[in-house]
């Protein structure tokens, strides 16, 4: 049997086959909801051939997805991209310039 590297070492992300942080995540679960998605299909009565065919096709798209994501983004790039989805791309301002630059006091409290 073969024993596999895990973990590089302290201090360091986890990686598997290149596969780093939440990527091991994405690939375990895209697998295993392929998995349930093929034995649902055959309890329920479909063709072998189709139940094999669709987890076949799900599986690679699945590697090959996750792959392409990690060596596309990176260990943290993920996170980077859906925070930029997230900020907008330019600030609308509708108030006068005046409105901003007024000092407004405070009323003392009693």
Known sequence: ?????????????????GLKAQYLFIF?????????????????????????????IGASLIVWRTFAMNRKYGEHGLMKAGARKRHPKYIICRKAVHRYLKYNRKPAAL
């Open 1 to 17: 049997m073969d024993s596999y590297n895990i973990n590089k070492g302290i201090g360091r992300t986890v990686e598997f086959k």
């Open 28 to 56: 375990a679960g895209g697998l295993l909801a392929v998995l349930l998605l093929v034995m649902v299909m055959y309890m329920a009565g479909a063709n072998s051939f189709v139940c094999i065919s669709i987890g076949t």
